[in-house]
């Protein structure tokens, strides 16, 4: 479980959330972020909801004056805060800035990569677990800063 002071985390997983489309509910965002390991209640998303100044629509909730992405996935998404990229077998190995980890997990999660069965995030370190040892690669290069994406 994340510590109940994680806001900046839990509210960058509900930004993210809302990049991939519309949320219908408020429910849907709390279910959302148990599966992540967050508690919060209805006040604590009602208040977030708030902050981060999402607008409800007819399709639901959605950040102010950004048109709704597609839900396909996102075969490399772009991961501002990488500073460093390797490849070390299946996994993908990505330093970000300190405290930094966590929003670039979570923005992997969402995208759903394919090949990407899941991450790790310390503060500063993101271990991509990634299907294969080649699929691993392309990743760390398309990731690696400077590659020409």
Known sequence: MHM???KE???TLIRELCRRGPVRSQAEIRKVLARKGFKADQATISRDVHELGLVKGPKGYALPGQKPKSAKRNPKPDLPHVLFAKAVGNLCVLKTPPGLA???A?????????????????DDTVF??????RKARSLARHWQPGAGK
């Open 4 to 6: 109940p002071g994680s």
């Open 102 to 104: 966590a929003p670039t």
């Open 106 to 122: 979570i923005s992997l999660d969402l995208a759903e990569v394919p090949g990407v069965v899941g991450t790790i995030a310390g």
């Open 128 to 133: 991509v677990a990634v299907s294969d040892v």
């Open 9 to 11: 985390l839990r509210q």
